[in-house]
């Protein structure tokens, strides 16, 4: 079994800073990418950051010079600093881990429920 724990979503004003957490758990052998994606009203999940385990780092171009990613490999967890939010940030955003669990040959998805971030004044 794999258990993914996000936390650290809430409400901020707009040019505000909110930092996600997700921690990976259970029988995990080898972790290949963490990462965030999320999902506003009406529109598909979209991709915001990846981290792979070796420290490459992907992001979003609307993110990009604003959000960080980072991850603590012995601890399974990875990060989100997000900074000088907007409106259009605005989503419930989902962890994502690409990994092989103990019982598996070969790399499975897990998520996260989901945390709410909401940028308004």
């Known amino acids: 079994q794999v258990h993914m724990v996000e936390s650290g979503g809430g409400l901020v004003q707009p040019g505000g800073s909110l930092r996600l957490s997700c921690v990976a758990s259970?029988?995990?052998?080898?972790?290949?990418?963490m990462g965030w994606y999320r999902q506003a009203p009406g529109k598909q999940r979209e991709l915001v950051a990846t981290?792979?385990?070796?420290?490459?780092?992907n992001y979003a171009d609307s993110v990009k010079g604003r959000f960080t990613i980072s991850e603590v490999d012995a601890k399974n967890t990875v990060y989100l600093q997000m900074n000088s939010l907007k409106p259009e940030d605005t989503a419930v955003y989902y962890c994502?881990?690409?990994?092989?669990?103990?019982?598996?040959?070969?790399?499975?998805?897990?998520w996260g429920q989901g945390t709410q971030v909401s940028v308004s004044s």
């Open positions: 981290i792979t385990w070796g420290g490459r780092t």
């Open positions: 259970g029988s995990i052998r080898i972790i290949n990418v």
């Open positions: 994502n881990a690409n990994l092989v669990p103990v019982s598996g040959a070969r790399p499975y998805d897990y």
